[in-house]
């Protein structure tokens, strides 16, 4: 029996206004793709929000979609000229096409943009040279590191073990980390 193979992607962008998911699901020419549905749960929130209109359409034909805070409910004023950050978390993404109950996706994907824009910033600040660093400076870049690895430890624990409560308590670890690190004179 023919089946659709359904399938998304959702790569880590450094772009804090947006969540950018692809379609690479496999579908077969001897169905049809009917009443397609992506529903997503943003980190705190108990409901999902499904995504309707242009931007379900769009969705549908060039098989990616561009979200913002407007589009999430975020954000209900001054949408499409004032852009808010999404939070950092664990967004829940469910796809679907007919019959919706039995066919269809879901994924947890671990957000980190938030923290990743934070310790690109760090790193940025740490004057290093194309030469062995001073002892100071690689202490702060062997800390770098190690933060870094529990940002992947989270994504890793969220969206492969799944695991989402251990992937949160490494991410607010590895966020505490990075903000210890950048307020060096507190």
Request: glycine share 4%.
């Amino acid at each position: 029996m023919a089946n659709h193979v359904l399938s998304l992607e959702v790569p880590q962008v450094m772009n804090q206004c947006i969540l950018k998911i692809f379609d690479t699901s496999v579908y077969t020419p001897l169905i049809p793709i009917t009443c397609p549905t992506l529903n997503i749960t943003v980190p705190g929130f108990g409901y999902s929000n499904e995504i309707t209109g242009a931007s379900m359409t769009a969705f549908v034909a060039d098989s990616h979609i561009t979200l913002t805070a407007c589009d999430l409910q975020l954000q209900t004023s001054l949408c499409g000229t004032q852009f808010n950050n999404l939070p950092d978390g664990i967004y829940i993404i469910k796809y679907s096409v007919s019959p919706n109950e039995t066919v269809y996706v879901e994924y947890n994907h671990m957000r980190v943009t938030y923290a990743l824009n934070k310790y690109y910033k760090i790193l940025c600040d740490i004057d290093v040279a194309a030469c062995d660093p001073p002892y100071k400076v690689q202490q702060r870049l062997e800390e770098l590191r190690l933060i870094f690895m529990y940002l992947q430890a989270a994504k890793s624990k969220v969206e492969f073990c799944h695991e989402p409560q251990k992937g949160m308590s490494l991410y607010n670890y590895a966020l505490k980390l990075l903000n210890k690190m950048e307020c060096s004179n507190c």
